[in-house]
């Protein structure tokens, strides 16, 4: 009954490194979605994916890419992470067509320094 | 997705209704009126949606007018735990190939003991 889950919860990064961010849902849900979060901007979509196999940019999708080589796993990479991406990044999920409500995940503080 | 509109915060007594108000002026036909939460450092949460006609659950209640340019979200009796941004958007239902939500600022609520 785990929902949606973020792996890992806090990180810290130097200016330069890369990551990998990890979200896994269990409902198997065919729509996944990245968003960040800064105060005051609400949140924003980076990227977000159909169905297994494919990827599409959303609002604010440079510095990141993604992969959906599973259906329920989405990863977030930053190749080169700036002070710019210190953000909170949230993993959501949904069903394919009649999508009524998207699930969340508890989201994953990165800061970059 | 029409864009919305909302005030930044709001204060509500607890025990009383609380009525967050969300003006989507530009909605089209076929756009529902969806309602989330987030509570502080959490992932945002499903509350309601609906198309035209009032909605409620064990939540909460959706009233949207009669154009359908506003609509407002009824905590029927805020308790200290509905503290939380509140976010108003609208979306297709369904919209294939373009899942994507784009999530405003949204409205400050506290509930005052």
């Known amino acids: 009954n785990a929902g949606v889950t973020q792996t890992p919860k806090f990180r810290v990064l130097k200016t330069g490194q890369s990551m990998t961010l990890l979200c896994a849902q269990d409902?198997?849900?065919?729509?996944m979605y990245w968003y960040r979060q800064d105060p005051g901007m609400g949140l924003r979509l980076i990227h977000y994916s159909v169905g297994e196999g494919t990827t599409a940019k959303g609002e604010v999708p440079d510095g990141y890419n993604v992969s959906r080589l599973k259906k329920q796993n989405f990863l977030l990479g930053l190749e080169s992470a700036a002070p710019s991406q210190t953000s909170v990044y949230f993993c959501?999920?949904?069903?394919?067509?009649?999508?009524?409500?998207?699930?969340f995940g508890s989201g994953t503080q990165l800061s970059v320094l | 997705d029409a864009k919305t509109t909302q005030p930044p915060s709001m204060d509500c007594a607890e025990g009383r209704a609380a009525n967050l108000p969300c003006n989507h002026s530009?909605?089209?036909?076929?756009?529902?009126v969806y309602w989330y939460r987030q509570i502080h450092s959490q992932g945002p949460q499903y509350i309601i949606h609906g198309l035209k006609n009032n909605e409620t659950n064990e939540m909460a209640s959706l009233i949207i007018t009669e154009d359908r340019k506003s609509s407002t979200l009824i905590l029927p009796h805020a308790t200290l735990r509905d503290t939380a941004v509140y976010y108003c958007?609208?979306?297709?239902?369904?919209?294939?190939?373009?899942?994507?939500?784009?999530f405003g600022t949204g409205t400050r609520l506290t509930i005052i003991p």
């Open positions: 409902m198997n849900h065919e729509y």
């Open positions: 530009t909605i089209s036909g076929n756009e529902y």
């Open positions: 958007i609208v979306r297709v239902l369904p919209n294939f190939g373009n899942e994507k939500l784009t």
């Open positions: 959501a999920s949904s069903r394919a067509l009649r999508a009524e409500k998207l699930f």
